[in-house]
């Protein structure tokens, strides 16, 4: 099984954290999100143990909530003791009525309107990390007016390629994210934000990628940015106190990706940081992580019910489940791999290939193509979709006016609802 957190009992049954997913969806219905809480907070501690080790207690793990947002998640992190990186109101909003201390709040995205300049100032939001000029003046006009000192961050493109898909590569020069070290553009905001009176620069951010897998790309992003701040330092008398290497370690989707020990490479991150810090002659600032994926990912399964098995003589194999592109739209998206099973029929060979299909009326709404299941497949059995504990809840949509399903917690052999399934009156709601 791809995390340890899966197992099969005797009668082929699968059970995700030690429970029978069979009675969970009969508890809770289907499509289901399953996520573990245990597997959560486990995912946390790493983190926060290998930052602490590695930076001598100078590290900070930001949560990217982006990842898996509701406010349970913002509970959970609060009592780990991370930080958190949110991307929008509607994630601040979510955060602070989870009573989310505000302070421990980085607020990203290259989109901040003024609205949403003057609500995160409202909501406290501890540090802005800043995307373009344009907001860069924006915040400084609204801390003005407020008369506050508003700490920022800027975040840089080191112009890296971190070898994963185009979607999610973040860190090269064309991008729209962020400033480029190599155009100048980095150096001209620099300056500007050194200017600015009610803005305090606490340091620089990078993130070059997500589902990144070869460690060497973070140790790059390290070279880069300490080149980036010692000419910074020459040049503007600034010593920055703060370096965010950002997130996207990979996770196991399939048993051909590779397991990242989190502790392994935020050790190395973290010596590297200290050899190169020192030979450089600059003050070690304080580093942070911003994992999404590789705190959640695994943490989470889906549960469906099927609908029909298709057999097209000479084609395809398609099984129609419950839910499909509205809850999951990673294949859609980018092609992305999962791993699915007959979850009631683990002991039978799958010796029939299928395509798992949404409900939606698109073609392109798949879950995964070229699934192994077993040929007595029918309308009533459960398929489980592992590690969608990642972007799968936080993308869902209503398409097809298709209610979202609802989040369940798994923790210490219970369960527990966190985001209740939508209803056909939550659909028209908003309707007038
Ligand atoms: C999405 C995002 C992250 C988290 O990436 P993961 O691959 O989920 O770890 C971190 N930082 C920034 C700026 C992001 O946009």
Known sequence: MICENLSVREDGQLLFAGQDTAALAAAYGTPLYLMDEDRIRERCRTYREAVETAFDGRGRVLYASKAACFKRMYGIMQEEGLYVDVVSPGEIATARSAGFPMERVYYHSSHKSDEDIAYAMEAGVGCFIVDNTEELLAAECEAARRGITQ??????????????????????????????IETGAAEAVTRLALEQPHLKLEGFHCHVGSQVFDSDVFLQSVDCMLAYMVHVRDTYGYTAAFLDLGGGYGVRYVESDPTIDIAENIAQVGAYVKAQAAALGYPMPEVAFEPGRSIVADAGLTLYTVSSLKQIE??????????GMTDNPRFAL???????????????PATLTCSVVGRCCESGDIIQENVPMPPSIARGDLVAVMTTGAYNYSMASNYNRVPRPPVVMLRGGESYVAVRRET?????????
């Open 151 to 180: 700490a920022i961050v800027l975040r840089l493109t080191p112009g890296i390629d971190p070898h994963t898909y185009e979607a999610v590569a973040t860190g090269k020069v064309d991008s729209k994210f962020g400033f480029a």
């Open 314 to 323: 000479g084609y395809k194999n398609y099984v129609a489940i419950d839910g």
């Open 334 to 348: 980018y092609g992305a791999p999962y791993t699915v099973v007959a979850a009631s029929k683990l002991n039978e």
């Open 424 to 432: 056909l009156a939550d659909i028209v709601a908003l309707d007038n």
